[in-house]
């Protein structure tokens, strides 16, 4: 009973680097989510993929590329890292239906720019 | 658009006080309302939800009411005890826009014995 999971859960990169977030769910949900976690600010949207193949920029897209892999797989890449990508995020998905839905979040990373 | 505005906190109460956490909401649509928790280095977990007008989410002694008429939906508890300390998070849900979430910026609970 997996549910959202995510990896890495915890990651220091230096400035410049470059890495991928991995996130995988399965509940056969069609819709995935990337959120950025900061103090004060909430759950920020970063993009998200309404189902397979099709990806759309959130509140704060810059910096960040996804790819929707297949229907489980939902990846958030960081092309270049700045210490302002230092944040927690967090994967999540769910499946919209008549009355309403849910979103199912995985434990989150915990990214370190230095 | 649409748009969830809850509480500021930190809110610190004492064992079995009365918890009322206020979160309103703006939709163009006709949202889902809902409740989550997160307790410290975790993901957020479903407290409650509501899926329309009058409904009343209820789960761990927390209750919610959907109130179309005030757009609110505010989280109560009777009695809380230390393990209620988290961050809760009001949010919707609206299906006819782009199957987002919309959440607001969380209320920090903490419970002294």
């Known amino acids: 009973n997996a549910g959202v999971t995510q990896t890495p859960k915890f990651q220091v990169l230096k400035t410049g680097q470059s890495m991928t977030l991995q996130c995988a769910q399965d509940m056969n949900h069609n819709s995935m989510y990337w959120y950025r976690q900061d103090p004060g600010m909430g759950l920020r949207l970063i993009y998200y993929s309404a189902s397979e193949g099709t990806t759309d920029k959130g509140e704060v897209p810059n910096g960040y590329n996804v790819s929707r892999l297949n229907k489980r797989e939902f990846s958030l890449r960081l092309e270049s890292a700045a210490p302002s990508q230092t944040s927690v995020y967090f994967c999540?998905?769910?499946?919209?239906?008549?009355?309403?839905?849910?979103?199912?979040f995985g434990q989150g990373t915990r990214l370190t720019v230095v | 658009g649409n748009s969830v505005t809850q509480m500021e906190g930190p809110v610190t109460l004492s064992e079995e006080a009365f918890l009322t956490i206020n979160c309103t909401y703006t939709?163009?649509?006709?949202?889902?309302l809902f409740w989550y928790v997160q307790y410290p280095g975790e993901g957020l977990q479903l407290l409650l939800k509501a899926t329309k007008a009058d409904d009343k989410g209820s789960n761990k002694g927390f209750e919610a009411t959907y109130r179309k008429e005030t757009t609110s939906f505010h989280l109560e508890k009777g009695s809380v005890q230390v393990s209620d300390s988290a961050v809760y998070f009001c949010?919707?849900?609206?299906?006819?826009?782009?199957?987002?979430?919309?959440f607001g910026t969380g209320t920090s609970l903490t419970v002294i014995p």
């Open positions: 949010a919707l849900s609206d299906r006819h826009t782009g199957n987002q979430f919309y």
């Open positions: 999540a998905s769910s499946e919209f239906y008549g009355s309403g839905a849910e979103a199912f």
């Open positions: 939709a163009t649509g006709y949202p889902s």
